[in-house]
Antibody
Framework: QVQLVQSGAEVKKPGASVKVSCKAS????????ISWVRQAPGQGLEWMGW????????NYAQKFQGRVTMTTDSSTSTAYMDLRSLSSDDTAVYYC????????????WGQGTLVTVSS | DIQMTQSPSSLSASVGDRVTITCRAS??????LNWYQQKPGKAPKLLIY???YLESGVPSRFSGSGSGTDFTLTLSSLQPEDFATYSC?????????FGGGTKVEL
């Protein structure tokens, strides 16, 4: 079955970077893009960006431009999200989700990765 | 960015009830509207895409309707496993944006 499995929880200090991985299985990796969405504690969902697994093209939310980098490794069917200059406001659960294009519905989703930013 | 407003933010219901959740967009989004279900500590799950199309494997008691700016998600007969938070999402314009969620409680 189609599955996205993310890396484990992270604790980072302010100013640091975090890299979250998302390993896909059960389908042809390069046929679907990957979106990243985060959810701060008790808050709603926030779209961060999308990457084409076919050619590496990206579309980032303006809020994260310059601070986020999304990449993929088709040899391992894995997508990565790198977020830099972390602050406490970045404490959230980060999700990857399969998405054909930036304007399509998201599904299925990874299980989520909790990133805690604390001094 | 397009703002998505859901109402109510929470509701109390009983098993067997018919439940309707509303999502309003700050501008017309045609039918580029998706609905997700999220249970505590779990990832969201796609229920409805393009306003009214049921995702594969989702029970037929879920339905979606609307176009333009006003949309609804209806649960025809609430089941115990349906107590969760429901969120809408527009994908008409980048960035895709989500509503604040509606928590359906017992």
């Amino acid at each position: 079955q189609v599955q996205l499995v993310q890396s484990g929880a992270e604790v980072k200090k302010p100013g640091a970077s975090v890299k979250v991985s998302c390993k896909a299985s059960g389908y042809t990796f390069k046929s679907y893009g990957i979106s990243w969405v985060r959810q701060a504690p008790g808050q709603g969902l926030e779209w961060m960006g999308w990457i084409s697994t076919y050619n590496g093209n990206t579309n980032y939310a303006q809020k994260f431009q310059g601070r986020v980098t999304m990449t993929t490794d088709s040899s391992t069917s894995t997508a990565y999200m790198d977020l830099r200059s972390l602050s406490s406001d970045d404490t959230a659960v980060y999700y990857c989700a399969r998405a054909t294009n930036v304007d399509t519905a998201l599904g299925p989703w990874g299980q989520g990765t909790l990133v805690t930013v604390s001094s | 960015d397009i703002q998505m407003t859901q109402s109510p933010s929470s509701l109390s219901a009983s098993v067997g009830d018919r439940v309707t959740i509303t999502c309003r967009a700050s501008q017309s989004i045609d039918s580029f509207l998706n609905w997700y279900q999220q249970k505590p500590g779990k990832a969201p799950k796609l229920l409805i895409y393009a306003a009214s199309y049921l995702e594969s494997g989702v029970p037929s008691r879920f339905s979606g309707s609307g176009s333009g700016t006003d949309f609804t998600l209806t649960l025809s007969s609430l089941q115990p496993e349906d107590f969760a938070t429901y969120s809408c999402q527009q994908t008409y314009r980048t960035p895709p944006t989500f509503g604040g969620g509606t928590k359906v409680e017992l």
